[in-house]
């Protein structure tokens, strides 16, 4: 390659080099971020229910209640026996299980969510022990922990009292905001026992449910051995095909759309720009060889054969693309490490939050989970955009060659 016709071409098309190399530049930092995106939103999937300690929650498709009176289950809450729990948890994937009674509770106060406990099992009571920040835990025989946003709002202290109909339960504890990381969202805790005798002194509940005197609950909790490889869901929808299955699987689509970066839009978008980076290098690559015809034909007429000129424009190129390919990947580092400081916040769907959305001016309810962007830099992602870049602007460079067979140095003679 001759150095001195590359530096004379640069120097007289500065701005328009330039321009272009930080397009490819800027485009090639785009693809390598949304490719770690995109591969990272199973992990990302995974954060609403890593902050239970659980992968899969299992809930029942149930009734609509008549009115809004009372206890009530919301339609994704209906009731678990206790024999299904156990075929829960004894699957071949599960290594603990915990079962909850999720309610709402409507009344001529305020509008309550509550969520009973089994103290036997661990998963749902270690959450509660962890995120206590005023009292004691203390459940059963009447007593209860609120949440801090509850008892901000309804001005509630450790030692008041909530009622339910005509029972009356003390506040033991007040717990950190946020609790169950807002997968099973709740303003206040009860002994299952205690949430079991308010359900079933419910008339909603009776006419659209058989509450028999064995436990039951509505809201599963899993734990599963995380090298267990198989279809989790197809085993618990074998208990019941009523069972709706929530895991890091089922987030995936819902993330994706809100992340926005891998949806439809964010990939015709991406089309659009390389197709016209990859047109302008084409240009530009034409623009190269008619602005140096006669250079062309000069060397032409000193020997050199068309290989040789396809390899000096080759050169060129790909010393361009390589500038470009340094520069995005130094837009791609620091592209990630703005992302990784940033925070995702992911709304639940309303299946498994159990918001009553048709309540909004009461609902005090916090559907949103925040969580760091599990991004980092994927050398596999880099090597592959890299050597696409190669591949793509190689084939772009070679089509527009066509032009330097067309170059006769007799008309460049005179």
Request: aromatic share 10%.
């Amino acid at each position: 390659m001759i150095t001195e016709y590359f530096l004379a071409f640069l120097r007289a098309n500065k701005i328009k080099t330039m321009a272009l190399c930080l397009s490819i530049a800027f485009y090639f930092a785009l693809v390598v971020i949304a490719a770690t995106l995109h591969r990272a939103i199973p992990e990302i999937a995974r954060l609403p229910l890593k902050q239970i300690g659980v992968q899969t929650i299992v809930q029942k498709t149930g009734e609509i209640p008549g009115r809004m009176v009372g206890a009530v289950f919301p339609h994704s809450n209906a009731p678990v026996s206790k024999e299904q729990f156990n075929r829960l948890a004894g699957l071949p994937f599960v290594e603990e299980a915990d079962l909850g009674l999720y309610f709402w509770y409507f009344d001529t106060a305020f509008f309550k969510a509550a969520l009973g406990v089994d103290q036997k099992n661990q998963l749902f009571f270690s959450i509660l022990e962890k995120n206590i920040d005023q009292g004691a835990l203390q459940l059963g025989q009447k007593r209860i922990v609120i949440t801090a946003p509850f008892s901000e709002k309804q001005g509630l202290t450790i030692g008041d009292t909530v009622a339910l109909g005509d029972k009356a339960y003390v506040v033991s504890a007040i717990l950190r905001p946020n609790i169950s990381g807002n997968i099973i969202p709740a303003d206040f805790y009860m002994d299952l026992a205690d949430a079991l005798g308010v359900v079933r002194d419910s008339v909603e509940m009776q006419n659209i449910y058989r509450l028999d005197d064995g436990d039951f609950g509505n809201v599963v909790l899993l734990r599963g051995n995380p090298d267990w490889r198989g279809a989790k869901e197809t085993l618990i929808k074998e208990v019941d095909d009523k069972f709706l299955v929530f895991s890091e699987k089922t987030f995936t689509r819902e993330i994706s759309e809100q992340l926005g970066i891998v949806s439809t839009a964010g990939r015709l978008l991406f089309i659009v720009l390389g197709g016209v980076l990859a047109v302008a290098f084409g240009l530009l690559t034409i623009f190269n060889v008619k602005s140096r015809e006669r250079e062309i034909a000069i060397l032409r007429m000193l020997g050199w054969r068309i290989l040789d000129l396809k390899k000096q424009f080759i050169g060129e190129n790909m010393i361009l693309l390589c500038v470009s390919i340094l520069s995005g990947s130094a837009l791609t580092l620091a592209g990630l490490f703005l992302l990784g400081l940033q925070t995702v916040k992911m709304e639940i769907p309303w299946d498994i939050s159990a918001r009553p959305h048709f309540l909004p001016a009461e609902n005090s309810i916090e559907r949103l989970v925040s969580a760091p962007l599990p991004v980092h830099f994927d050398i596999f992602i880099y090597i592959a955009a890299t050597i696409g870049f190669l591949l793509l602007f190689l084939a772009v460079s070679l089509l527009c060659f066509r032009r330097i067979n067309k170059i006769k140095p007799s008309e460049f003679a005179t």
